[in-house]
């Protein structure tokens, strides 16, 4: 148990530290030799504890309970001030509502509650905490190079790095927290400190478009936020004894009990993973730092979001508003992906893929089969890998070239080899076989057609996984055309960072190796658990997809041998005399440039057009679901 | 399940194969316009000529991709006749095309560009009626695996008319016929030169022909899945059905990518949709 609160208490230390230390080097070393600690104690806990089961701790409550409300009130208050310092009404009604339902809470509810075992670890606790632990700290290292970088070519942005770390390593600390946590008021707890570090994070450099985002995601977080206070005042109303507060006990309590906490959680649920109509908050996000984009994209915040509702889909599944929920996700990951199509800003098809990823991993858990259980929590590990990859290679192409935008990323692989390979890599792994995400969408699937209302779900991932084909391949076809002016401009790039950068490439191509040990150690013994069935991949198709890992691995070779002895003639330009950078002579002796541009589709695809579609259609849905809750509890 | 013996065939066989078909395909369509048309084995010939000829290239990576690319439609098809899983099949003869499409980027050539774009428009158009395809084929036979749905005595074709028809009509699109012949073309009329295959010469393009070929055989045995209960039925629908697409091929003008993806896409959303609704309604009340 000393390790779980040492995840949860060290990167608070850290963070404290961290806003005292002011020296940059001394800042730099605390960064990484925490971020160390922490990878090397989530790794422990998968030694530890991966063939324990479900572990409950229990740990002291009066005395933590008060802390937490103290914790609570000045989380609140300081978000007040924050909205009456920048005049933003809608935040400060909405964190007065919070701040009455926890009054509320306090005074009327909390008297005889005495929920024991507060801390857990199980099988999906270790996959977050693994996911936090590495990639998490490893984003962290990143940002050390990145931000002295930022705020050399910002010179604008007040340099408060000592904030910036802090807020990371609170994040850190908060999100093992929500993992490791038993007792929903605690997971409450740690669900708002990470949608203050959000908030904090997004408004980094304090222009008025990142106050406007930062808020933006505030008010949407504290919707949830507020459902999920919701959640446990029901709760308290229902079993005034305080069992059901643990969450084991509340799923183990039966879908009759449970289903109405359950969904103003996976509101909660939805609001934090962005899914439609809340998608825009985390697109607005990316006027932040791009290890902060990283962060919230991979390993942090959305990933809280659909950890809970992953938590709670044996109470969703099978029930109508499990479904509703299920249909939420559905339709994001179709519209997301249909908009990442019409982005040329790199962030952008990132924070669109991310939505429709997100989107994916709850219309599994709504449904919540045991297969598709299996399946969102593959799309966990794999998004989190391979998405922090792609934010970071994009951050260290905008800090080289100053431009995130695809189209400027042209013969990437002649100006910077290393890092578009690894980019190459990480694109690969978001949608072709035989890489990670692609296997869980083919288990999902699978998943599906025995699923009830599974026909819906496998048309959306007929038609958005070719959607999403389209949008990575012409990204991909930027960066590997051979331009024969490019410049190699890849020197001068930090040690860590490179660090970090083959960490993650390796690690995106490894879990495709080991994903087979991962399913048979971590996540088929949770599914079990859950559901007394579990499932895997067919030997036969492991094989095969192996074999064609490593036939990928070893056609590069094949460059060895196609680099001599073949004649190299400019592209054919109709025949007229072209210029090595392509201007070729027109008509009247001109000479006109040529520039070629992907294809965007703005009339399909249009970015507000859709988004107007998404948030009607998912709006919808949640009126449903909310009248439908309403039956329940009236 | 898997049966090594029908990898290795298919992958000796199948260019044979697919070379005399589209020797056959020459001459059908010669006869058609009036014309006596090529020898049968003419398709042989010109790609043995592509083989001769001098190794030129914008790019030495392009030669990778192509490379790439036949050996990805090779295994995927090999995966195919030695009956594994179909969606796995599906995802590797993705990943094939994707490699074609990376050599025509990876040239920076305008032409090639404008094909590679297209030719992903044509991935996406075709794309879900296949997957979608599949799974009718495992809501009836009750399993992904190409040996399971070939040794299955049931019909197929009954329970899956909406969604053979929608195969059919993406069918045209992946054997580069025309109206839907965008991003590369048998013909020589093409507003874009070759597309995707302008900047490819030689040794590449014979590969790629070759490719074409063994992609060809594919199709024609997925066709064979909806007819699997009766062997002398299948091989004759995949005749007909040919011959259909050679028809096509010749009284339909070239499209625009538009009207492409929309109609393999209203296809795929209606006919395909309501046939799986059906079954799957009818899988509801029949338990």
Known sequence: MI??????????????????????????????ISALLIGIVSLMTLFLYYNTGALYFPVGYQQVSQIIFLVEVFLALFILYLGIKYRKSLAVVLILVQLGLLAYFEMFCSEALHAVQNLFIDQLSIIMALIIGIIGSAIAVYAVGYMGTYHRNHPEVQDRRRTFFFMVFLFISSMFGLVFSNNLIWVFLFWELTTVCSFILIGYSRSEEAVNNAFLALVMNLLGGIAFAGALIYLAGIDPSGNLFEINQLISAGQALAIVPAVLISFAGITKAALMPFSSWLVGAMVAPTPVSALLHSSTMVKAGVYIIVRFSPVLSGSFEGLIIAMIGGFTFLLASAIAISQSNAKKVLAYSTIANLGLIVACAGIGTYKLVWAAIMLIIFHAIAKSLLFLCVGTVENRIGSKDIEDMAGLIVRMPKIAVMMFIGIAGMFLAPFGMLISKWVAIEAFIDAPFGIIFVTILAFGGSITVLFWSKWMGKIISITQYGKRVEGNIRSEKWFVLYLLTSLTVLVCLIFPLISSVLIEPFVLSVYGFTTRLAQDNIMIMVMMLFLLMIMPLSMLFYRNGAKELPPYMGGRPTTPDMKFAGSMGIVRESSFSNYYFEQYCGESRLLMAGTGLCLGLILIGATLLLGVIV | MISILNAVLFIILAPLIGGLIAGIDRKITARMQGRMGPPLLQPFYDVAKLFEKENVVVTPSQNYYVLSYIVFIAVSGALFFSGGDLLLVIFAFTLAHIFLVLGAYSTNSPYSFIGAERELIQIIAYEPMIILSAVGMY???????????????????????????????????????????????????????????????????????????YENVFLLGFIYLFFAFNPVIALAAIIVTYLIEIFIDNTFSRVKWQYTIKSAWIVAGTLGIVNLAVLYYLSGVMG
């Open chain 2, 139 to 213: 809501m009836v036979t009750k399993s992904f695996f190409v040996s399971d749905i070939m040794n299955s005595p049931i019909p197929v074709i009954v329970y899956l008319p909406g969604i053979f028809i929608g195969f059919l009509m993406v069918l045209t699109i992946k054997l580069r016929k025309s109206p839907f012949d965008l991003s590369t073309s048998h013909h020589a009329h093409q507003e874009i030169v070759k597309g995707v295959t302008t900047e490819f010469s030689g040794s590449g393009l014979g590969k790629i022909e070759i490719a074409h070929w």
């Open chain 1, 3 to 32: 390790d779980l609160v040492f995840l949860i208490v060290f990167p608070l230390i850290a963070a404290v530290l961290l806003l005292v230390v002011s020296k940059d080097s001394i800042r730099d070393a605390l960064v990484k």
